[in-house]
């Protein structure tokens, strides 16, 4: 059981769901039912969750089988227009409600309650009659990652308003933590994702080779939903509709993302409204273009900003500028930061002088406060700063842990007498090493228990669970583990190297000690130049 408990703990944080949740995920891929426990109020909120699952597929499926008989012909017609073939209807269970629909009837007989089939949301009772949600629309089923039917957005067959009308949020449902389409797109496991606005463009893209698309179930971005994105995606492709609320959407959304360190591109859209219109237009090669143009953040602002400003006039050029500094000063990377400044100086006329004096002039600012702060702070208080580590130190460590964990003793062998847990300098990998060595040293390969023995310690646990989750694409075991030593042996000599040079430039060092530093310089560089 306790091997059980480390993949229940495991599949928690990797998921970012509760222990509960990581128990039913288990118990649906074994084919179990969970027996649900007698305690008052939340057995019954459970079992009716289960039931609207229930519900919702079962009206999915109906929905989804009345497209294709005689009485949908108005829906099939509109199919037929958007160009949408039989994979794609079935791919996202496409369907149709008729005008003369009656889910009630058909839940009723499938032995649902009164109380379950209105607590779906897909059927309202008026006086003593349940009247179905949806009549002669376009239905479009909404999954969750789990791929668990949990609402429903129905669109209108004409130009009739309200356009769409979707499913009122329920004990299953809420917008703001789930994506349209994210169940399909996430099966591909692509670097990117884009996301739109509606149904049908995520539809009308998958259609066309664009698979890698969700939309955010009629709602402005939320935080919930941006990091799902980010879960699932290294890089987000913002695709609203070209109109001035899409625009502001846009905006919305960006800043929700970059709040969360997401890799985000905004894609540019002439000639249509929206991306199921452009990509009809079109096609998929040219939105393909559009996807690999698209801009980064700081461009989108500055276009943006550059819409309300008449760069001729030379109060909104200086106020343009201005602008331009606050955007570009906070952006760390001193690289990435020359090439925005580069585009904008040559795009709007600017001279790269007056950006830089501009940025310096709001960077000395900041520092003289933050001096400031830092003074006051330092009279009363020890500051202890936190060594900020390399990316490709951490990836290095994070490597040899992940390789240790598959519990191989000839890999421990191999790397004891060379690395030991002092050399990892992140402080929660030294302790993972120290403890990984110590169990290996006990003759106990079987290394499952790791997560046991650091269990009070969330954040080790959270470290331990990203590097078990981590791909590292290591085909020889052996071969890379001579290579990252190999790193490690060339960085050691290397600094060992530099401590001699400085050595001996030190005039008051004596003769007999000069003489044994360049013998160890000279065995070092040897040593160097064997190293691959």
């Known amino acids: 059981m306790e091997q059980g408990g480390n993949v229940i703990h495991f599949i928690s944080k990797i998921e970012n769901i509760d222990f509960k949740e990581s128990l039913e995920i288990l118990a649906e891929k074994a084919g179990i039912t969970l027996p649900i426990l007698e305690n008052g109020i939340d057995s019954k909120k459970q079992l009716l969750k289960e039931k609207l699952y229930e519900i919702n597929k079962e009206a999915a499926l109906y929905y989804h089988q009345t497209l294709y008989k005689d009485i949908s012909k108005p829906a099939q017609e509109y199919v037929k227009k958007r160009k949408l073939d039989n994979k794609t209807l079935k791919t996202y269970t496409i369907g149709y409600a008729p005008i003369n629909s009656n889910l009630y009837k058909i839940l009723k007989e499938k032995g649902f309650t009164d109380e379950e089939i209105l607590a779906s949301n897909l059927v309202n009772k008026v006086g003593n009659n349940f009247i179905d949600r949806f009549k002669n629309r376009l239905i479009f089923p909404i999954q969750d990652v789990r791929d668990r039917y949990i609402a429903f957005g129905g669109r209108v067959l004409d130009n009739s308003l309200p356009k769409y009308i979707n499913s009122p949020e329920n004990i299953v449902y ?122 980064s953040l700081i461009e989108f602002k500055t276009k943006v900003l550059k819409k309300d400003l008449d760069l001729n006039n030379v109060n909104d050029k200086i106020k343009f500028l201005n602008e331009i500094a606050k955007l570009v000063s906070t952006v760390d990377n001193k690289i990435e930061q020359e090439v ?193």
């Open 174 to 295: 809420s917008k703001a933590r789930n994506l349209y389409g994210l169940n399909v797109a996430k099966k591909l496991k692509l670097e990117k994702l884009i996301i739109v606005e509606g149904y049908m463009d995520v539809v009308s893209l998958h259609q066309r080779g664009i698979e890698n698309v969700v939309a955010s179930c009629g709602t402005a971005l939320t935080e919930a939903q941006g990091r799902l994105l980010r879960k699932y995606a290294e890089k987000i492709i913002i695709s609203y509709d070209s109109d001035a609320a899409g625009q502001a959407a846009t905006l919305r959304g960006l800043e929700i993302l970059a709040s969360l360190r997401c890799d985000i591109r905004i894609l540019q859209m002439d000639g249509a409204k929206d991306p199921d219109e452009y990509i009809i237009k079109y096609g998929n090669g040219k939105f393909n273009n559009l996807v690999d143009k698209a801009i």
């Open 340 to 532: 925005y400044i580069d585009k904008i100086s040559m795009e709007y006329n600017i001279s790269k002088e007056a950006i830089y004096a501009e940025i310096n002039k709001l960077n000395y600012s900041r520092n003289q406060g933050k001096k400031t702060l830092e003074s006051s702070y330092t009279r009363n208080n020890i500051i202890k700063k936190k060594k900020v580590l390399p990316d490709a130190l951490l990836k290095r460590e994070n490597m040899i842990i992940g390789i240790l964990l598959e519990g191989k003793l000839e890999v421990y062998e191999q790397i004891k007498n060379i690395l030991s847990p002092e050399d990892f300098k992140k402080e929660e990998n030294n302790k993972i090493m120290q403890k990984l060595y110590e169990e290996f040293e006990k003759g106990n390969s079987n290394i499952n228990n790791i997560l046991e023995i650091f269990n009070d310690d969330e954040n080790i646990i959270s470290i331990l669970t990203e590097i078990m989750a981590n791909d590292y694409e290591i085909k020889n075991d052996k071969k890379a583990i001579e290579d990252l030593i190999n790193n490690y042996k060339k960085e050691k000599l290397t600094n060992r190297k530099k401590e001699i040079i400085d050595s001996l430039n030190n005039k008051e060092i004596d003769k007999q000690e000069e003489i044994s530093l360049e013998k160890e310089l000279q065995d070092i560089i040897l040593e160097l130049a064997q190293i691959k």
